[in-house]
């Protein structure tokens, strides 16, 4: 059997947009239950908007207004197909479930229906911009995912034949490796977009390692930038090793 030619391997990488609303409660609480609008608007929504009622009672402080939204926003099924909603403290984050160029008109807008208590915030922060699919330049040597599985001893004094015995644990995805002739003013290395954006921000970026044959087959996953050594020696070239700490599902398909 012959082997696959490792040239034209590529190592994409992008970036799901994010963006954060906040519930502002001037006095700490809803003072008149009642309902408010969670409005998203973006290109990628059937008619470019969605309208989510959502019902807040008196009392509901702004995290738990913050919650109730993003309950009704992970209910709605034209929202669900393209976003998700996270909540942190009184903050609504959205992310696109796909990399994707950034889009400027992206907005969450939180506004009182007839609720009481509540200010309103019809303009939401930009907070990870998006990026689609693009090669990271100037690859070399990319390696792994590095895919391991724990096991746990359970070997008895009456083990057959006095052989270990063990049961599997954890699924370990370990690190995705990269060795990169380095260039400081590439879009996909730099600090402003590329791999040193990500490490110094600890965002979380979407990755597809490509193989070149006629399958078309790839590992998808989503990773952090866990390091980042660059080498200059007098008599050579610029490099750089980079490795990718996954989190999650990496996936195996054949749909590039």
Not at 100 to 122: K, Y
């Amino acid at each position: 059997m012959s082997g696959l030619a490792a040239f034209s391997t590529k190592l994409m990488s992008g970036q799901r947009q994010v963006i954060t609303a906040t519930v502002v409660c001037p006095t700490g609480a809803i003072t008149t239950s009642g309902d408010i609008h969670a409005t998203m608007t973006s290109a990628l929504l059937g008619g470019g908007t969605e309208v989510v009622d959502v019902a807040v009672l008196l009392g509901d402080t702004s995290a738990i207004v913050a919650q109730k939204t993003v309950a009704a926003l992970n209910l709605n099924a034209d929202f669900l197909a393209d976003f998700i909603a996270t909540v942190d403290g009184a903050s609504v984050i959205v992310t696109a479930l796909l990399p994707a160029a950034n889009e400027a008109g992206m907005n969450l807008a939180l506004e009182v229906v007839d609720a009481i208590g509540m200010t309103d915030d019809t303009t939401s922060t930009a907070t990870v911009t998006g990026i689609a699919y693009t090669e990271i330049a100037n690859a070399t040597t990319p390696v792994g995912p590095a895919l391991k599985l724990d096991t746990e001893d359970t070997t008895t004094h009456d083990s057959t034949g006095s052989f270990e015995e063990c049961v599997p644990t954890i699924l370990r995805t370990g690190e995705m490796k990269l060795d990169i002739n380095y260039d400081p003013d590439n879009a996909t290395h730099d600090a402003s977009t590329g791999i040193l954006y990500r490490k110094i921000n600890k965002i979380l970026g979407a990755y597809q390692l490509r193989l070149p044959d006629a399958g078309n087959t790839m590992f998808s996953f989503d990773a952090y930038v866990s390091s980042f050594e660059p080498s200059m020696p007098v008599n050579g070239k610029i490099s750089a090793s980079v490795a990718f700490k996954i989190t999650g599902v990496p996936v195996l398909t054949g749909t590039y």
